[in-house]
């Protein structure tokens, strides 16, 4: 998978490991909740020694039924964290997780590399602060916003009308100017979607990644584990490795998680195996 990062390409074989870093006060798990500076640094530090290709980086909580918060406290709660990342470690990749274009504006113009937008460019002026900075950009499908996305979520099929949101959003964005080789496409686990929805995307990542953009996946811990498991979210570790097996073997770019080390670990494995393939063993 290559992508265009700036003025150089993020080369990556197989699987690769995003790690999450919430600095906010009310994430749904517990241990993502890095509520102070210094904490949120060396947890971005920390994973990126792990492994993570990059690390994804946000100052608002969009789980179901969040509270909405001002770009201006967003801003307050990750600019300094991604520059203190960044004066550490210049070389390293951060990502801004926002829906705000001020709070995207203010990422980049203190070092950030990566948009992941979960509103899935939606808005003019996130589109315009992307074209203009020449990130990648991380395009979300969510239907409705954090505070109603879970209410009664209805789709022709979800799949499919997935699809035709991306094909539509990456042609108008790719005509305002981003590149295509900037995209990265996340179908949006739990964003609007049933329990059903959610099995049903998982079950069709060969479909998405015929669009022919890297892919993402976000899955860690979420209820979509916990509901097939019966645990709660800090017992959804296992849960979440499944998942992130299951999707190196559909070929998904990405996986977006919390535990970086252990899910890096299940991804190493499945390469060390494939390099023996069945048919030289026959």
């Known amino acids: 998978m290559r992508l265009l990062l700036k ?20 994430s749904f798990f517990s241990d993502s909740r890095s509520i102070v500076t210094a904490e949120a640094v060396e947890k971005t530090i920390r994973m990126l020694d792990q492994g993570a290709v990059f690390v994804d980086i946000g100052g608002e909580s969009t789980r179901p039924g969040s509270t909405e918060v001002s770009p201006e406290v967003e801003i307050s709660r990750v600019i300094p964290v991604i520059r203190s990342v960044k004066s550490r470690n210049k070389s390293s990749l951060v990502s801004i997780d926002t829906r705000n274009p001020q709070t995207a504006e203010a990422a980049f113009r203190s070092g950030a590399d990566i948009l992941n937008d979960v509103t899935g460019l939606r808005s003019e002026e996130m589109i ?5 900075w020449q990130v990648p950009v991380i395009v ?3 239907k409705g916003t954090p505070q109603n996305m879970q209410d009664n979520p209805t789709y022709d099929n979800v799949v499919e009308d997935i699809i035709k949101y991306f094909e539509t959003t990456v042609a108008h964005a790719v005509k305002h100017g981003i590149k295509e080789e900037r ?3 996340d179908p949006g686990i739990g964003f609007g979607k049933t329990h059903e929805h959610n099995l049903k ?5 060969l479909r998405f990644k015929q669009l022919g953009f890297p892919v993402m996946i976000g899955h860690s811990r979420k209820s979509l584990i916990g509901k097939i498991l019966d645990t709660p979210v800090n017992d959804r570790l296992d849960g979440t490795l499944a998942v ?5 073997t559909q070929g ?6 919390h535990d970086v080390l252990e899910n890096l670990n299940v991804v190493k494995i499945l390469k060390e195996i494939a390099k023996y393939p069945l048919s030289e063993q026959l």
Do not use: K, W
């Open 244 to 248: 992130t097996a299951y999707c190196a």
């Open 201 to 205: 995307i998982l079950a069709s990542l």
């Open 140 to 142: 979300m499908h969510m």
């Open 7 to 26: 003025e150089r390409y993020l080369n990556t074989s197989g699987t690769a490991i995003v790690g999450i870093v919430n600095v906010t006060p009310d």
């Open 128 to 132: 315009d602060v992307a074209s203009r």
């Open 183 to 185: 995209v990265i496409l």
């Open 252 to 257: 998904v770019d990405f996986v977006r998680v």
